[in-house]
Structures are given as C-alpha cells and as structure tokens.
C-alpha cells in the first residue's frame, strides 16, 4: 500500500520559519506533481502550493506567495515546503498530496490529486 507521509511540522513564533516534508512509503508509484493543502479549524482546506515533479514548476496561493517555497528532491522522492514569515493564520493541519495531473494550474484543486499523506500539525504564535 502506498502512502504520503509527512513530516518537520511543529510551534513556531509569528515570524519564524518551519520545513515540512513529505515522502513514501511502502512502494513507490509514478506522480506528475506534489501539492500541499493545509486546513485550519472549522474552515475548508485551501491550497498551498504545488510543483510539477519533472521540471519543478511551481504554483502558490497568494496568501503564502514569498514565504513559502515549494521544493523535491528528485532522487530521494521527496517534498518540501519551506515556511518562511511565518503568521498566526499559517496555523493549520498540512496535508501533502500527489497527482497524476500534468497541467499546472490545475493543481490548485483537491480533486487533482489521488492520495494523501495524514497530515502535520503547524502552529503559529504570537
């Protein structure tokens, strides 16, 4: 069985940075891109950012635009997303997520994608 597993959540201060990845386990499986969502309390979970697994293209929602980085290692089969300024509304559970969607702007839609990691926990405070 194949799954996403994500990692490097955690507290940090309003300003301050936090690294997320996101790996596999069990086999691994052929994807076209890796998404991040992440979904605060009592609100529907939005996209963070996304990248195209072969040429590292990127895509961000404009709320993270010049904080967030979006990275994979190719080799390693591995994601990233480096958070940087980070602020109190960042708080949330992020779930990483991979598709087999090769069109970039479709991967801002939760329906692009075919498996989930369970999520880790950021939060922010002041």
């Not at 991040?36 to 309390?41: L, M, S």
């Not at 697994?53 to 990275?71: E, H, Q």
């Not at 801002?108 to 002041?126: A, E, K, L, P």
Request: proline content about 2%.
């Amino acid at each position: 069985q194949v799954q996403l597993v994500e990692s490097g959540g955690g507290s940090a201060q309003a300003g301050g940075s936090l690294r997320l990845s996101c790996g596999t386990s069990g086999r691994t499986f052929n994807k076209s891109a890796m998404g991040w969502f992440r979904q605060a309390p009592g609100k529907e979970r939005e996209f963070v950012a996304a990248i195209m697994w072969s040429r590292a293209l990127t895509l961000y929602a404009d709320s993270v635009k010049g904080r967030f980085t979006i990275s994979r290692d190719y080799a390693k089969n591995t994601g990233h997303l480096q958070m940087n300024s980070l602020e109190l509304e960042d708080t949330a559970v992020y779930y990483c997520a991979a598709s087999a969607i090769s069109s970039l702007p479709s991967l801002n839609m939760s329906t692009s994608y075919f498996t989930w990691g369970q999520g880790t926990q950021v939060t922010v405070s002041s």
